[in-house]
Nanobody, 113 residues
């Protein structure tokens, strides 16, 4: 199983980024997919989820600014991040849940003020 995250980078506050995570080795269409993030010195925190049926849920800190979506034909989950804030700076990880849980390697997002 491999989860390959990409799309991170450095952006100014108020800017946007779109993260992607492509999965292989799992039946993607039946997996719930999640994004987590971990800032320096902090615990990893959940950001957003999308179920196999497309239902979404967001942490309060990103609600209204981030959008999670999935393309089952491409085995890919996305996180569109708008109106970014310096406190969004973190390593972002994708996570897949079937009967087991799998993690990607993370992609760095840095938001400067």
């Amino acid at each position: 199983v491999q989860l390959q995250a990409s799309g991170g980078g450095r952006v100014q506050a108020g800017g946007s980024l779109r993260l992607s995570c492509t999965a292989s080795g799992i039946i993607f269409r039946i997996s719930s997919m999640n994004w987590y993030r971990q800032a320096p010195g902090e615990q990893r925190e959940w950001v957003a989820s999308i179920t196999s049926s497309g239902s979404t849920n967001y942490a309060d800190s990103v609600k209204g600014r981030f959008t999670i979506s999935r393309d089952n034909a491409k085995n890919t989950v996305y996180l569109q991040m708008n109106s970014l804030k310096p406190e969004d700076t973190a390593v972002y990880y994708c996570n897949a849940v079937t009967n087991y849980q799998f993690w990607g390697q993370g992609t760095q997002v840095t938001v400067s003020s």
